[in-house]
């Protein structure tokens, strides 16, 4: 990968990182873990309590694109047609025309998604991984580039359908947000007293440069060494016996090119085992489910990831072969 193309990636993954902190306040890790799911093309889930800033993450990333944006709010009411679209008979012409739904948009934020009913989140699967979606036997191509961005509450559970894991595995990275610091929270105070930053936030770079930089990611070298690190830790993952259900096929494609846009965001043309390592909690850890028996013992998925990373092998950067071949 040419170096003047990392340049160029690094560069416009800083704009978009500096515009969208301007809104958003410590949360530096997260914001770049967005910006890696959009160099994918992938999906967020979002996961954490109310009020500390998923929702206004969304909208400036959205601003910060130029891309057009909408916001699904799931209510049990919500039915695929709202969300798809659907067709209308217009008595002027006396035909029936199509009227898009919200998730023909190019960034959407599905916000409360556990509180959809399961026929209306499976509305949801043909678009995040066909890009497409079907109304009245017809289908129709969504824009690009397109994320959708998914946001639920973990504690209040009550009148909610939780994620079936075909769902999840649908999301590239599951993010925690977590609360702010106490520094964090002063300057929110100070910066949100008088005026709403979002409302003066401006596109820093266009969709036309996102798509390019989208397809530049894939031609990030990855080594030989680094692959098979990739592997070894996917297969770590099947084997305990208190995993239930360990990373899929798609869960190690997800994490090889999420490490691919890792390093163009931080300026290189090469993976190293550290982005493989940093990415691995927010792109497997919502794949992995643990046995009941597992939760009874106070041992969550995450915990058992942490332990799978921490005992697999990882390769020196010599032997990942650090520099492009």
Known sequence: MENNTVEKIRELGEKVRENVEKVVVGKSDVVELAIVALLCEGHILLEDVPGIGKTILAKSLARSLNCDFKRIQCTPDLLPSDVTGSYIFNQKTSEFDFR????????????????????TQSAL?????????????????????????????????EGTFPLPEAQLDRFLMNIKVGYPTKDDDRIILDRFRKHDPLQDLTSVITAEELLEMQTACRDVHVNTDVEDYIIRLIHATREPDSVLLGASPRAMLALYRASQALAALRGRGFVIPDDIKYLAPATLGHRIIS???????????????????????????????????
């Not at 023909?104 to 556990?114: G, M, P, R």
């Not at 678009?127 to 504690?155: D, S, W, Y």
């Not at 046995?291 to 697999?312: D, P």
């Open 291 to 325: 046995r009941m028996e597992s939760h009874l013992r106070g041992q969550t998925a995450g915990e058992t990831l942490r332990r799978i990373i921490n005992s697999v092998f990882v390769p020196t950067e010599e032997e990942a072969g650090s520099r492009e071949s």
């Open 100 to 119: 898009p739904g919200p998730i023909i948009a190019q960034l959407v934020l599905v916000d409360e998604i556990n509180r959809a009913t399961p026929r």
């Open 125 to 157: 699967l043909e678009a995040m991984q066909e890009h497409q979606v079907t109304a009245e036997g017809e289908t129709k191509q969504l824009p690009r580039p397109f994320m959708v961005i998914a946001t639920q509450n973990p504690i209040e559970l």
